[in-house]
């Protein structure tokens, strides 16, 4: 059976070329990057090449680069930091009902402290309103953090206008941007952040790495306590093939960004109009035309989600039901109910993902089975049945 795998929102293959850099620092090169003898020379001039690397892909100084164990390390350590480097009396966030678990949760645990944080609703189009962001303001409001793609739906969040609600009050501004960074052209000077969160295993390098740009000058606390690493900004030995693998994964990525941008568009095209056109009772969820090019999310009334994945698993095709992290549990999304869908919608929806590895041949694949899937749970759905019946 050929195999297609359009989950890449929830984890990409690593690239070979990743895999080779990565394979001597695990075999030869194993020192420790604190070392002052040759072996931590190499290991350290390796650390530094990657945090060159990484700075290139998102237009930023090295020194600005903190090298974290992944995504939501990075998001912890944004929120977390700031809030507890900050002094002042009442501290409030603002962020969105929309964000990933690793800014939500560290929110709420925030809030559990006494930190008041409020989460700016999105509509229909799964886009935060920067508005709405400016509305929920307050003088002692200590940090935005917003999401730059969000990785259920793939709606792109209008970053650049936040950025300049925050830097007009001397605000701090994260974005989780672990969807996006070595997938659109990132640049934080253009979005106006002062942090950013990503993770190796999105962009085609290895899991358990990822990294937070902090801003020249932002005052951070740090999550863990331990030894000077990464300037005192987080502690613990460095991940030393973790972080080459990463670095090798953003200079790739960063190659290969119009190119691979332009075909995986294409191909996400061809795999939702194939859909839309074959398969009726069928609807794209959030905004169409602002959104990443990896990404679509689709309802399939009368379809549970869950049975849909397993399906099409059987026949091949890897696919999610909102984000991995709650699958295996029947709460629908928050994602998908932040947007207003009925829990029912919710559960009948479905995320493809691509990435740079995807082709036409897996398109085809998807396009073949997809709809003869959904006919087969049609077919066997009670509510499906008294719907058709009753439209007659
Ligand atoms: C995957 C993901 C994370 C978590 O990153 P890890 O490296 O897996 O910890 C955080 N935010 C978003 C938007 C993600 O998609």
């Given at each position: 059976m050929r195999r297609v795998y359009l989950d890449n929102n929830a984890t990409t293959a690593l690239a070979p070329e990743v895999f080779e850099a990565m394979k001597p620092f695990w075999?030869?090169?194993?020192?420790?990057?604190?070392?002052?003898h040759w072996y931590g020379q190499r290991a350290k001039a390796a650390v530094e090449t990657a945090r060159e690397q990484v700075a290139k892909l998102i237009q930023?100084?090295?020194?600005?680069i903190v090298f974290t164990s992944g995504g939501t390390e990075a998001d912890n350590a944004a929120l977390v930091g700031i809030l507890e480097a900050a002094h002042a009396e009442n501290k409030h966030i603002v962020t969105t009902a929309i964000e990933h678990h690793a800014v939500l949760h560290t929110a709420q645990a925030l809030e559990k402290k006494g930190v008041a944080v409020t989460y700016v609703r999105v509509g229909a189009s799964g886009i935060v309103d920067p508005a709405d962001v400016e509305r929920a303001l307050?003088?002692?409001?200590l940090l935005i953090s917003v999401m730059?793609?969000?990785?259920?739906?793939g709606t792109l969040q209008p970053l650049e206008e936040i950025g300049r609600l925050a830097r007009e009050r001397d605000i701090y501004f994260h974005t989780d941007a672990v969807q996006t960074v070595g997938k659109i052209p990132v640049n934080v000077e253009k979005l106006g952040v002062d942090l950013l969160s990503l993770s190796a295993h999105k962009l085609h390098g290895p899991k358990g790495v990822g990294a937070l740009y902090v801003r020249k000058g932002t005052i951070l606390r740090s999550l863990l306590h331990g030894g000077h690493h990464e300037r005192d900004r987080r502690a613990g030995t460095e991940n030393v093939p973790g972080i080459v693998g990463l670095g090798r994964a953003a200079e790739l990525a960063g190659a290969h960004l119009e190119e691979a941008g332009r075909r995986i568009l294409a191909l996400r095209d061809r795999l939702e109009e194939g859909i839309l056109r074959a398969v009726p009772l069928c609807a794209v969820n959030g905004d169409r035309a602002r959104r990443l090019p990896t990404t679509t999310n689709l309802r399939f009334d009368y379809i549970e989600g869950e049975g849909f994945v397993i399906a099409m698993d059987l026949r091949g095709v890897a696919c999610a039901t909102g984000a991995a992290c709650s699958s295996?549990?029947?709460?629908?999304?928050h994602v998908l109910s932040a947007i207003g869908l009925r829990p029912e919608q919710a559960r009948s929806s479905i995320r493809f993902s691509l990435g740079r590895f995807n082709t036409d041949e897996d398109i085809d694949v998807a396009l073949e089975i997809l709809p003869k899937v959904v006919e087969r749970l049609r077919a066997v759905s009670p509510h499906y049945k008294t719907a058709v019946t009753s439209e007659k």
């Open positions: 075999l030869e090169d194993y020192g420790n990057a604190s070392s002052i930023a100084r090295p020194s600005e307050r003088p002692e409001t730059h793609a969000n990785n259920e739906l295996g549990s029947l709460e629908p999304s």
